[in-house]
């Protein structure tokens, strides 16, 4: 299974969200209430990805929207799938 993450660009950052049928396969597995969405300024993006690297904020966010560990997430996901508010894959992730 993979969870699709639609990422709107906004004036200053970018907002995260979990799609649809994401949000029901996350709900199936148990996992805590989450936020409808995750917001982060191009400056905080930037200054995590000169300490961290660059992909992973993107490992990152999810354990945020969805509310379960690392660790979970890779039992029961298979990748990540960022996608646009048109619905175009920027970027898929293995977990």
Not at 20 to 48: H, I, K, N, W
Not at 52 to 58: A, T
Not at 73 to 88: A, C, I
């Amino acid at each position: 299974m993979k969870i699709v993450i639609t990422v709107k660009n906004e004036p200053d950052g970018f907002r995260f969200q979990l799609a649809e049928a994401s949000r029901s396969f996350v709900q199936r597995l148990g996992a805590p209430s989450a936020p409808c969405s995750v917001f982060l300024s191009y400056e905080t993006r930037m200054d995590f990805e000169q300490t961290f690297g660059k992909s992973v904020l993107l490992t990152q966010v999810p354990i945020l929207l969805i509310g379960l560990s690392k660790a979970l997430l890779k039992k029961h996901v298979g990748s990540l799938e960022y996608v646009n508010d048109h619905g175009t894959v920027i970027r898929t992730i293995s977990l």
